[in-house]
Nanobody, 127 residues
Framework: VQLQASGGGLVQAGGSLRLSCVAS????????FGWFRQAPGKEREWISC????????IHADSVKGRFTISRDNAKNVLYLQMNNLKPEDTGVYYC?????????????????????WGQGTQVTVSS
């Protein structure tokens, strides 16, 4: 299993970015996948998760209404659309998997299984 995240960059406050995470070695739609971020000097923070059962999406309060998680089953790609970005959204963003569970657990406990994490992609929001 490999998760490859991309799409980060530098954007001004109020701007938008879309992150992508390509999943290899498993079918994304059958499992729960999501996003975390880690700002400099801070602990890793859960952002969002989409279930592998019915595609129900949940988001952390800090991003609710601004970020949207989705997936393209045909392409086996997970997305995070980020709108109205703020400087406090700056950090390294990671995609993660709750495999073998189709239900989201990562909002309560970060995944610990091998290969549950992709490499990060840097998002920097300037004020």
């Amino acid at each position: 299993v490999q998760l490859q995240a991309s799409g980060g960059g530098l954007v001004q406050a109020g701007g938008s970015l879309r992150l992508s995470c390509v999943a290899s070695g498993l079918t994304l739609q059958y499992y729960a996948f999501g996003w975390f971020r880690q700002a400099p000097g801070k602990e890793r923070e859960w952002i969002s998760c989409i279930s592998g059962t019915d595609g129900t999406a949940i988001h952390a309060d800090s991003v609710k209404g601004r970020f949207t998680i989705s997936r393209d089953n045909a392409k086996n790609v997970l997305y995070l659309q980020m709108n109205n970005l703020k400087p406090e959204d700056t950090g390294v963003y990671y995609c993660a998997s709750d495999t073998p569970s189709p239900v989201c657990f990562m909002q309560q406990s970060a995944p610990t299984r091998p290969n549950s994490w992709g490499q990060g992609t840097q998002v920097t929001v300037s004020s």
